[in-house]
């Protein structure tokens, strides 16, 4: 899974899985400061994403790079490559 963050810092977002549901949740705040005035913008982030119920919670690996989460989930078992099917 692969998130676009821009402008987040890593020691602004938190990631869990619980439940089978993987959440990341950030906030991120800047300030602008003229000579007569100074503006806050605070941008939240709060994605969920429901995950199939052979995840190996233990095995779950993320990184952040230039304002991209990257989320590796590994699954219990191998995946199924599929087979073919024959029409009649």
Not at 53 to 58: R, T
């Amino acid at each position: 899974m692969v998130a676009d963050l821009p402008g987040v810092e890593r020691e602004e977002l938190d990631l869990r899985f619980d439940d089978g549901l993987l959440t990341i949740t950030g906030e991120h705040e800047t300030t602008e400061r003229s000579e007569t005035a100074a503006s806050t913008r605070s941008r939240c982030v709060h994605e969920q994403v429901r995950l199939p119920g052979d995840v190996d919670a233990d095995g779950i690996e993320a990184t952040y790079r230039n304002g991209v989460l990257e989320v590796r989930v590994p699954t219990d078992e191998p995946v199924d490559e599929g087979r073919s099917i024959d029409i009649d």
